[in-house]
């Protein structure tokens, strides 16, 4: 195999916070650094179990950054994403590290007028109330994305 593997990172902050859901989709748990993402908003969306983040002054989103993510696997992460989101680049604040900021990729909701989006999102909530179930879908995308085309 020749040339380089382009190395990304990705800022977080929905259901990907969870190690299970990562695991599943990239069959590993890559590094990771608890982040701030400044000038958004996490909104929960009418009859959706996952969070959209859209620019909101004043506001702040937390999650996590993932780091080491190779094309492939920042390919995977798009397919998972969706077309309701597009991946965009944006600097996060490294909590960990007094707030160092980084240059990284997140998928923010690409429809900015939508009127399913209200509140806030939030995490342990998810975890507790659909968690479960969203590991049940997130592994039949998977094992879905791992078929060879031929075979479909």
């Known amino acids: 195999m020749s040339g380089t593997v382009a190395i990304h990172s990705v800022f977080v902050y929905g259901s990907l916070m969870a190690d299970d859901v ?19 908003h996490r909104f929960s969306i009418k009859g959706r179990v996952y969070p959209a983040i ?11 950054v993932l ?13 998972f994403e969706d077309i309701e989101y597009e991946r965009e680049n944006v600097q996060v604040l490294l909590t960990d590290s007094s707030d ?30 659909h968690m479960e179930s969203f590991l049940k879908m997130t592994k039949e995308f998977a094992e879905e994305l791992n078929v060879p085309e031929s075979e479909i």
């Open 22 to 40: 990562v695991r599943l989709l990239l069959n590993r748990i890559p590094q990771t650094a608890s982040a701030t993402l400044p000038d958004f």
């Open 100 to 129: 160092e900021k980084l240059q990284t990729k997140t998928y923010v909701w690409a429809k900015k007028d939508d009127p399913d989006l209200y509140g806030t999102w939030d995490f342990e909530e998810w975890k507790q109330l």
């Open 54 to 64: 859209l620019p909101a002054k004043a506001d702040k989103v937390t999650g996590k």
């Open 67 to 79: 780091f080491g993510i190779t094309d492939h696997e920042l390919n995977v992460l798009d397919e």
